[in-house]
């Protein structure tokens, strides 16, 4: 049977969702809103998110302090900021893909 200090003690505890005041009244972890098992670690970040490929004729490289810059030797251009596919590029890009993939697994068969 639980004693009148410990109901009130509870139901304070409740009442103000005071997870503090819950341990102060020797309440158990569960009452305190406390897991008795610890969360599952979060998965590690990427080193880096993938990116797009660079479009056709542009190469990245480092300047010496190490920041990347990308030339087009082509078009005589250097940039600091990655060029980006244009979309017919992207849709070339998945066309080639797919149809690599299909010979990948038509030579396996």
């Given amino acids: ?3 009148v ?7 304070f505890q ?6 503090a005041s819950a341990a102060d009244c020797g309440a158990s972890k569960e009452v305190r809103g406390e897991s008795q098992t610890p969360a599952p670690a979060p998965a590690p970040a990427p080193d880096k998110p993938e990116e ?6 542009w190469k990245e490289y480092k300047n010496p302090e190490g920041r990347p810059y ?19 590029e992207k849709e070339r890009l ?3 893909t ?9 030579d396996s068969v």
């Fill in 1 to 3: 049977m639980l004693s």
């Fill in 5 to 11: 200090s410990r109901v009130s003690c509870l139901v």
């Fill in 14 to 19: 409740t009442v103000t969702a005071d997870a």
């Fill in 52 to 57: 797009d490929p660079l479009p056709t004729g």
């Fill in 70 to 88: 990308f030339h087009n030797k082509d078009l005589g251009s250097t940039v600091w900021s990655r060029p980006r596919l244009s979309k017919a």
């Fill in 94 to 96: 998945k066309l080639q």
């Fill in 98 to 106: 797919k149809d690599s993939a299909l010979a990948a697994f038509l």
